[in-house]
């Protein structure tokens, strides 16, 4: 109850300190030949099968912080430590985006390449398709008999992408993803293959609700399954804020498959956010 609380006392406050925003969404360009179903390329830590326009790069910056929203001395999580995303994407074509970022977490870097396979226009429900692969090096391992580029550092994951728009309103998405030598703590190479889902309700042209979930079909999972809601606030421009509520504080994809640390409803979430800005 108190997180609920604390979700609508948080939306109070951003909505009505958003009516002064002076940032504008850019106007819309016609003669655009690709589909956009959802406004950002991420919903929460899935990604979303949209690509941006060539030449374009967009900037990331995200927290997750550790302590949960109701632990005593923490100010709702905001004085524990926090992990934390840095990552530049890049389009070389309306259809495909490379991605390089770095996670805290064991100084994990990964790259990703993202394409646009397949796009389907309809009145009632247009969709579209993207497959996701990548690697990822974890370049803090704490044993000091491997090296950086030791093969057990390495992990590779590959996502498919299906996205549909009902409306204009509700966002539907499902994002199967394989991810190899999901534990490098350990000697064993376990896979996961995870069938994450999410839906984001777009309230208005700048605000929306996101809910996420990321149940492991087969192979490691380390706890529990990842699930996060929260609001997404567009300021236009490719500018985007999301407010995040989840049981995972992972945020890195080789990490965040790996599944959450604590259950959703039995323990109180951590507060998060992501912090996106396209570049022209």
């Known amino acids: 109850m ?27 360009n016609t003669t655009l ?16 099968a949209e690509t941006y326009e060539k030449g374009d790069f967009e900037y990331e910056i995200s927290h997750r912080f550790i302590p949960a929203i109701d632990e005593k001395g923490k100010f709702f999580g905001l004085d524990g430590p926090a992990n934390i995303r840095f990552s ?5 074509t309306d259809r495909m985006t490379l991605t390089l970022g770095r996670g805290n977490i064991d100084g994990n870097v990964d ?6 396979l397949l796009q389907i226009r309809n009145d009632v429900l247009p969709s579209q398709f993207s497959v996701r692969v990548g690697t990822a090096l974890s370049t803090n391992f704490p044993s000091q008999e491997r090296k950086i580029f030791d093969s057990d550092n390495f992990q590779f994951f590959a996502q498919g992408i299906f996205n549909t728009l009902y409306e204009r309103t ?8 394989y991810l190899y030598n999901s534990n490098i703590y350990s000697a064993e190479r376990f896979y996961s293959f995870t069938f994450g889902s999410y839906a984001q309700i777009f309230l208005s042209d700048k605000w929306s609700v996101m809910l996420e979930w990321n ?21 236009g421009g490719g500018h985007f804020f999301k407010f995040i ?16 640390s604590k259950q ?8 998060g956010f992501n912090l996106t800005r396209i570049l022209k």
């Open 2 to 28: 108190k997180f609920f609380l604390m979700f609508f006392i948080c939306f109070l406050i951003i909505e009505i300190s958003a009516q002064d925003i002076t940032w504008k969404r850019t106007s819309e």
């Open 33 to 48: 030949t690709e589909l956009r179903l959802f406004r950002s390329t991420q919903v929460i830590n899935l990604p979303s």
């Open 88 to 92: 530049l994407s890049y389009a070389p």
């Open 111 to 116: 790259l990703a390449i993202k394409y646009k």
């Open 170 to 177: 509700l966002g539907l998405g499902v994002v199967p993803t």
């Open 215 to 235: 149940p492991t079909v087969t192979g490691y999972r380390s706890k529990f399954n990842p699930l996060s809601l929260g609001f997404e606030l567009d300021t």
């Open 245 to 260: 509520f989840s049981n995972s504080v992972d945020l890195n994809t080789s990490h965040f498959i790996n599944g959450a």
């Open 264 to 271: 959703f409803f039995k323990t109180s979430p951590s507060f």
